[in-house]
């Protein structure tokens, strides 16, 4: 609900900045030229300069991505290796268990 009255409050003010501006502007494009209102050319330059941060936007986000898919590559691989260690460490614990067993009981006899 707030998002529309926001929009509301914006589109006023958009139509009274519009009422005020309608004073026709040349726009001369090579090979062609034509006469639009002021607020559209004002207009126009707003949104066309809200496209550009958003495609910017998009490229750091793409890239914030790829990064972050990199580093979780990452992770995953030393949590493979960790897990793995893990492992290993398990078995030589109980091969020293073992050994030090075999040690006792070789000294008991």
């Not at 034509?34 to 330059?45: E, G, I, K, T, W």
Request: proline share 2%; net charge positive.
């Amino acid at each position: 609900m707030l998002a529309v009255i926001i929009t509301i409050i914006f589109a006023i003010g958009v139509a009274y900045f519009a009422t005020l501006n309608t004073s026709q502007v040349l726009i001369n494009v090579p090979s062609y030229s034509m006469s639009v209102p002021l607020y559209f050319v004002v207009l126009a330059s707003i949104l066309l300069g809200f496209i550009f941060a958003w495609v910017l936007h998009l490229m750091n986000a793409f890239n914030s991505f790829f990064a972050m898919q990199g580093k979780n590559r990452v992770i995953k691989k030393e949590k493979k290796v960790n897990a793995e260690l893990t492992s290993k460490v398990r078995d030589l614990e109980t091969e020293k268990t073992k050994l030090e067993t075999e040690k006792k009981s070789g000294f008991n006899r």
